[in-house]
């Protein structure tokens, strides 16, 4: 994946992970993600430091699709420290999330969100949705070369 665009998928309901992985896969972009399952894994692999257990890629994701509704680390958070870090501070990241209100789409724009998604209840539609997500940040989008980014 060295040098192609991937999506940061950071989701803690497996139900919910498979799927986006299944809508991801069936659009073509199944081999373009990598999963986070908390807060603290996804920080992980965004940190420049090498104590990430498993192979990264050499580039930073495309987008990071991240759930609020986190164990160990809440989503808002994870953004938060998305944003002060200089080499993630530009990443794109889209708040996927069951439950919203007003407040917290408010609080998520306010830490530098770039789109804020209700995830759908019916099957169909949250699978659609997942898909044009991931077209959408993987095929339209114009992303600042990597030495822009850090």
């Excluded at 992985?21 to 603290?40: H, P, S, T, Y």
């Excluded at 789409?105 to 209840?121: D, F, Q, T, W």
Aim: glycine share 6%; with cysteine; net charge negative.
């Amino acid at each position: 994946m060295a040098g192609s665009s991937y999506v940061l998928l950071v989701e803690g309901d497996p139900a919910h992970e498979a799927r986006i992985l299944a809508a991801l896969r069936e659009g073509g972009f199944g081999n373009r993600v990598v999963v986070a399952r908390d807060g603290i894994e996804a920080l992980a692999f965004l940190s420049a430091a090498d104590d990430y257990p498993a192979p990264r890629p050499a580039s930073q994701p495309a987008v990071v699709l991240l759930d609020p509704d986190l164990p160990r680390i809440d989503g808002l958070e994870v953004l938060r420290r998305i944003r002060a870090e200089v080499r993630t501070s530009l990443l794109p990241v889209v708040m996927f999330a069951s439950a919203c209100t007003p407040e917290d789409i408010r609080e998520a724009y306010r830490l530098g969100a770039n789109s804020y998604v209700r995830k759908p209840r019916d099957e169909r539609e949250f699978e659609r949705a997942s898909a044009l997500i991931a077209r959408y940040w993987l095929g339209l989008n114009e992303q600042p070369d990597e030495a822009i980014r850090f």
